[in-house]
């Protein structure tokens, strides 16, 4: 996917950003990921939509960001904050999955006023935070120097590796060639390594964070929808259910076959969940709406 960068407070981020006048769905990827999570999805979604998705300080970006940037899960969500509004986006449907979802109840929480919907996609919720095996493994390196950390992540260049259930083993069906290409940037770049090791540490400083949010998630009166893997070993299915429970204005949909990285294992089926739920207008809607009162 074609970037484009933006230099905001916390430093330079890059994004997707497919344009055009249909509304707007932010797409926000987990923890050792990128906006590639989102492709699939993207490209079903079409061109009646204007899909941003930013490339998240979260172990695959590839500009280091350097120590005075706040790297706990408040400061990237400042940053994606910061994002909407030097792009002047309104009205956005947020949509969040794996550690993207944390991210996204945060700005639910805040009520963020440039949040018109919000979609949770088998994400960290209430006391799974990290989540699963694989999420507790990968906090637990944090408390490793940098370099050390590097040379572990060095060691999944192995398949067999990546494929453990305590690495990318139980969060993927079909997307192994898109995890390994989410690894280089920390493989490669050294500068990328203490950004990723200051993200672990914040997680493991706060983890009760997403309990403590609870009352400003159900005080969220925006729509939202909860899509959840049903097959999940990472976030449990009663998460996805117990959320829908708590947010007012909410619908739970469960999709098949699919491990917690859903937009990787059912790209078709996710869009059309969103495509549901964010309706293009019609012309004619759009034309009542555009004309004077």
């Known amino acids: 996917m074609e970037m484009k960068k933006v230099d905001l407070g916390?430093?330079?981020?890059?994004?997707?950003?497919?344009?055009?006048?249909?509304?707007?769905?932010?797409?926000?990827?987990?923890?050792?990921?990128?906006?590639?999570?989102?492709?699939?999805?993207?490209?079903?979604?079409?061109?009646?939509?204007?899909?941003?998705?930013?490339?998240?300080?979260?172990?695959?970006?590839?500009?280091?960001?350097?120590?005075?940037?706040?790297?706990?899960?408040?400061?990237?969500?400042?940053?994606?904050?910061?994002?909407?509004?030097?792009?002047?986006?309104?009205?956005?449907?947020?949509?969040?999955?794996?550690?993207?979802?944390?991210?996204?109840?945060?700005?639910?929480?805040?009520r963020n006023p440039r949040i018109g919907k919000a979609v949770l996609v088998s994400c960290d919720a209430f006391d799974n935070f990290p989540p699963g095996l694989s999420g507790k493994t990968v906090v637990f390196t944090g408390k490793l120097p940098p370099s050390v950390f590097g040379a572990m992540m060095w060691q999944l260049r192995l398949k067999v590796l990546?494929?453990?259930?305590?690495?990318?083993?139980?969060?993927?069906?079909?997307?192994?060639?898109?995890?390994?290409?989410?690894?280089?940037?920390?493989?490669?770049?050294?500068?990328?390594?203490?950004?990723?090791?200051?993200?672990?540490?914040?997680?493991?400083?706060?983890?009760?964070?997403?309990?403590?949010?609870?009352?400003?998630?159900?005080?969220?009166?925006?729509?939202?929808?909860?899509?959840?893997?049903?097959e999940d070993r990472v976030m449990p299915p009663e998460h996805g259910r117990r959320l829908a429970a708590l947010l007012p204005e909410s619908r739970l949909v469960e999709i098949a076959d699919s491990y917690t990285l859903v937009p990787l294992d059912q790209p078709a089926e996710l869009a059309a969940s969103i495509r549901d739920f964010v309706v293009i207008p019609s012309p004619e809607a759009a034309d009542r709406d555009a004309s004077p009162r």
Request: proline share 6%.
């Open 10 to 110: 916390a430093g330079t981020i890059d994004y997707v950003d497919t344009g055009g006048d249909g509304p707007v769905v932010l797409l926000l990827h987990g923890l050792l990921m990128d906006p590639t999570l989102w492709s699939g999805v993207i490209d079903e979604l079409g061109a009646g939509y204007r899909c941003v998705a930013p490339l998240l300080p979260l172990g695959a970006h590839v500009r280091p960001l350097g120590p005075g940037a706040d790297l706990t899960m408040r400061g990237i969500t400042a940053i994606v904050a910061d994002l909407m509004e030097r792009l002047d986006l309104h009205d956005v449907t947020v949509v969040g999955n794996d550690t993207g979802g944390v991210v996204v109840q945060l700005l639910m929480a805040d």
């Open 162 to 230: 990546r494929r453990m259930p305590f690495t990318f083993g139980w969060l993927t069906k079909r997307g192994d060639a898109v995890t390994a290409r989410w690894l280089h940037p920390l493989q490669t770049r050294p500068g990328i390594r203490p950004d990723t090791v200051r993200v672990l540490r914040g997680i493991a400083a706060n983890r009760t964070l997403l309990v403590d949010i609870e009352d400003g998630l159900r005080a969220f009166d925006r729509p939202t929808l909860v899509v959840w893997a049903e």
